[in-house]
């Protein structure tokens, strides 16, 4: 079985090498690559053939950024229609159920098979799991294939559209988060509250900042592939749908954030600086844990206040929660301020 993969990149190399050691014979076309890109190809093992060669390919795997995905598949038809060449593509990219349309539409009526596929989860990595590749389009035949050479793939219930519309989904809550949390936490940066946000997050949302202590590094070297991704997110929305003007702003953090990658640096020195911040004291209110229902961490600063469930006082903090703050507390005083209402 010849497969061949377009891109070798982080994620198109990996797949390719992961093929390569289940036994399926891996080729790839990189004519007019840059060296980093024949270097990790290499380094995979990716045999390099013309483009003739790459046709006879029984499966043609296109793996790139998403801008380049439509003039990819432009490039493969014609080649495919000049030689009737019969192998199935399918489209791996990051791209919004209406560019796959138009993808579908590049190779014709009676041309190959053209397949919608998408790509959840890292680059595949010996020991570990992942990623998925679900398939949609009548994938019924071409998923087994690939689950004998080694990939986690899925069949997907629908036509065309139906694997990227996944994919947009997805993206746009995991990519999402991350490009919310960059721009909230730049904004604190630049309006002083970055201690102070750093510390509440890491006592209220611990979980939330462990993955962007990860996420958002991460993101930095792929700031500028993911400008695109944020666009075909925006226009799966379509422009009468509100939800696509937040990843249009989202495509200008990660826009921003590539600049920055080309420049100084400085913007993802000030992020990672904030996420290596830890809490220097205990809670601001010693009641928060028990406010928030959380009684088993407690405080997250060096010196832990138990949680109630560790202690004996548990009823006590409930009866004082529902009879008011202490006077000591500062928000007593704020709330004992307000002139009480009269309902009517």
Not at 130 to 159: E, F, M
Not at 179 to 199: F, Q
């Amino acid at each position: 079985m010849r497969i061949a993969v377009i891109g070798m990149g982080a994620m198109g190399s990996a797949v390719a090498r992961s093929l390569l050691s289940s036994g399926a014979e891996i080729v790839t076309h990189l004519e007019g690559r840059s060296s980093a890109t024949k270097e990790r190809a290499v380094a995979a093992g990716i045999r390099d053939v013309d483009i003739t060669t790459m046709l006879d390919a029984d499966i043609i795997l296109s793996i790139v950024p998403p801008s380049q995905a439509l003039a990819v598949a432009g490039y493969v038809a014609t080649a495919m229609r000049s030689r009737n060449s019969v192998g199935i593509y399918i489209d791996c990219n990051a791209i919004s159920p209406q560019t796959m349309t138009k993808v579908a539409e590049t190779f014709g009526a009676g041309g190959p098979k053209v397949l919608d596929g998408c790509i959840i989860g890292g680059p595949p990595m010996p020991g570990k799991c992942g990623p998925r590749v679900y398939i949609s389009g009548g994938a019924n035949k071409v998923v087994p294939i690939l689950v004998d050479y080694g990939l986690d793939a899925r069949v997907l219930d629908g036509d065309i559209g139906a694997s990227s519309a996944l994919k947009m989904c997805y993206a746009g809550i995991n990519k999402g988060l991350t490009g919310l949390a960059t721009a909230m936490i730049l904004a604190a940066a630049k309006s002083g509250a970055d201690e102070a946000l750093m510390a509440e997050l890491a006592e209220s949302q611990s979980q939330l900042l462990a993955k962007f202590s990860t996420t958002i590094p991460d993101m930095y070297s792929k700031a500028y592939r993911w400008v695109a991704e944020m666009q075909e997110i925006a226009e799966f929305f379509g422009k009468d749908d509100p939800g696509a003007e937040i990843f249009w702003g989202m495509a200008g953090v990660f826009d921003y954030m590539a600049a920055d990658q080309s420049s100084d640096g400085n913007m993802a020195a000030t992020l990672s600086r904030m996420l290596e911040q830890r809490p220097t004291d205990g809670s601001i209110n010693r009641y928060d844990a028990l406010s928030n229902g959380n009684f088993d961490q407690g405080s997250k600063g060096p010196d832990s206040v138990p949680s109630a469930r560790n202690t004996d006082d548990r009823d006590e903090l409930e009866d004082r929660l529902e009879s008011g703050f202490p006077a000591s507390d500062p928000a007593s005083t704020t709330f004992t301020g307000i002139p009480e209402r009269t309902r009517t």
